[in-house]
């Protein structure tokens, strides 16, 4: 592992939208929604799912520049990840202009309205977990409730619909990305005659399987919808001394401490853990193997880096530690490198409604040498979590058990920040392991 593996997964966010039913002065997705673009709090769930993704905003030609604009204040230290590409006169035209531009390594294509702006980042993970688990078509929906009549042009009642058959669907819808190319390129005038992406799959022939949605992820498309969700971000932000206490950053502090596996030559008994980190080979630090340096001790692989990382991201986000979260007795997480712990941690913090900010560690340690890899590390840690990694190291000059070079300490500092309007509830839990 030497660097921070590129994205699998693709969102293409349509916001090419017009807007009509809204009433709106110009394009759906940039109006304002309390105060920011529908299509900013759109991405703020995108940039929260737990793990990166290609991005793709398909934008009214003549806003592309705006769309690149919030894109980029969105996804931070992501904007690299961000494409934006004009728009077609249909929206299948537009999902067809996304999917033209979807990098070759991808392999799950989730298509998203930027109308259904509320939507956590918990729904994007949901459907990407059910595309891998099932090989087909994957779309959120919600059971109807109402009971639904069938009527005339004249609004005669014709019947009543069986309401158990149906479901209200929302998006994203996700597809494993060979499949969504060939429908797309086979497709021709099709296009004009369906509704969504999975009717496009499903026209064509393929299963499309619906899974449990989320009441946030309702599309804004009347100026109901819109005071709906100004209503909704209101509540979640509470009152102005509430909101502003809210949105303050919170800090939280994380210290890891491994020995080495195998003992130095000042001792004479190998460290404890020490059968259980020989299974690992070699030493893994900041989520790098390093190759010819001794192992560290412990039920996982040891990382004491990412497993700060993670005590910190909990404490600030007060979801407690990583022995409450994931525990040392539990053998499915023998030998699991940090990279599983990160990214389990990552999903909590955003669950809770939160988004990292940026993190700091300090390594205390005769060894292994940092510099020379310390981008490196950097680089991975910070694709793992969607925020900067600082990394640093020092020395006790010879004084303690790091000074022995009996094992090694880090110390991560960690800020989170609520995002407003995303509460974090709602969604049904995914569990690490499941």
């Known amino acids: 592992m030497t660097v921070s593996p590129a994205p699998v997964v693709a969102v293409i966010v349509v916001a090419a939208g017009s807007g009509t039913r809204l009433g709106a002065a110009g394009p759906k997705a940039f109006q304002p929604v309390n105060g920011r673009p529908m299509l900013e709090h759109a991405l703020t769930g995108v940039f929260q799912m737990s793990e990166p993704a290609q991005v793709i905003v398909v934008a009214p030609p003549a806003l592309e520049g705006d769309a690149r604009a919030i894109a ?5 230290p992501l904007s690299g990840l961000v494409s934006v590409v004009a728009g077609g006169d249909s929206r299948q035209e537009s999902v067809a202009r996304g999917l033209a531009i979807v ?50 042009a004249d609004g005669r009642i014709l019947g009543t619909v069986d309401r158990s058959e149906l479901a209200a669907v929302q998006t994203p819808q996700g597809f ?31 299963p499309v399987q619906v899974i449990a949605g989320d009441q946030l992820a309702f599309k804004i498309t009347t100026p109901w919808d819109l005071r709906r969700a100004e209503l909704l971000l209101a509540a979640d932000l509470g009152a102005p001394d509430a909101a502003a206490d809210r949105a303050a950053p919170r800090v939280g502090t994380g210290v890891d401490v491994h020995a080495f596996a195998v003992a130095p030559a000042t001792t004479r008994d190998p460290a ?39 005590d910190a991201l909990l404490s600030a986000a007060g979801l407690g530690d990583i022995g409450g979260v994931f525990g040392t007795s539990d053998a499915r997480l023998a030998g699991a490198h940090g ?21 700091s560690v300090q390594v205390i340690g005769n060894r292994p040498k940092l510099a020379p890899r310390r981008d490196e590390a950097e680089a991975l840690l910070g694709g793992i979590l969607n925020a900067p990694v600082s990394l640093s190291a020092t020395t006790t000059d010879a004084l303690g058990f790091t000074g022995r070079g009996e094992g090694i300490a880090a110390i991560a500092t960690a800020l989170v920040y609520r995002l407003p309007g995303l509460p974090g509830a709602g969604s049904p839990h995914l569990s690490w392991d499941a």
């Not at 980029?72 to 931070?76: I, L, N, P, Q, S």
């Open 72 to 76: 980029d204040r969105v996804a931070g």
């Open 103 to 152: 990098a070759d390594g991808i392999r799950c294509v989730l298509v998203h309205d930027a109308a259904r702006a509320l939507t956590p980042a918990a729904q994007f993970d949901a459907v990407v977990a059910a595309v891998r688990a099932t090989g087909s078509g994957i779309v959120p929906g919600l059971a109807v409730i109402d009971t639904i009549k069938q009527v005339d």
């Open 176 to 206: 494993p990305r060979d499949l969504l190319d060939q429908v797309v390129a086979a497709a021709g005038d099709l296009t004009d005659a369906v509704t969504d992406d999975a009717a496009l799959v499903a026209a064509a022939g393929h």
């Open 272 to 310: 404890p853990g020490a059968a259980d980190a020989a299974s690992i080979a070699g030493l893994w630090l900041a989520g790098l193997h390093w190759p010819g340096e001794p192992a560290l001790a412990g039920h996982s692989d040891g990382d004491a880096v990412s497993h700060a990382v993670c």
């Open 339 to 359: 990279e599983v712990f990160l990214r389990e941690t990552l999903r909590r913090v955003g669950e809770a409604g939160f988004r990292v900010g940026n993190v």
